[in-house]
């Protein structure tokens, strides 16, 4: 019932910006959220995470570029990304931990293409 729907991936040039939104439906108790990536051949990794009260955390290749934000009464994450470098290439996915049910939800993904 719970579902999280990524969007605003695209193809964009280095040194160019995308903001990524991650809409969650199905329930109003979103606890801390967050976005991973995954590049072709690597593991997935975490970019960002942010609470209900904005506390936020980011990977060290994010910090700087990267802005994670949200709107509680949306149950909607955002991420920010400036100066996107083509490392920064990935599929992105939103994840969110529910209250309650104390479960973890992931998104489908959005991918991101840098060009160089």
């Known amino acids: 019932q719970v579902q999280l729907v990524e969007s605003g991936g695209g193809l964009v040039q280095a040194g160019g910006s995308l903001r990524l939104s991650c809409a969650a439906s199905?329930?109003?108790?979103?606890?801390?959220m967050g976005w991973y990536r995954q590049a072709p051949g690597k593991e997935r990794e975490l970019v960002a995470t942010?609470?209900?009260?904005?506390?936020?955390k980011y990977a060290d290749s994010a910090k700087g570029r990267f802005t994670i934000s949200r709107d509680n009464a949306k149950i909607t994450a955002y991420l920010q990304m400036n100066s996107l470098k083509p490392e920064d290439t990935a599929v992105y996915y939103c994840t969110a931990n529910h209250f309650v049910a104390g479960i973890n939800y992931w998104g489908k993904g959005t991918l991101v293409t840098v060009s160089s």
């Open positions: 942010i609470t209900p009260d904005n506390r936020t």
């Open positions: 199905g329930t109003s108790s979103i606890n801390v």
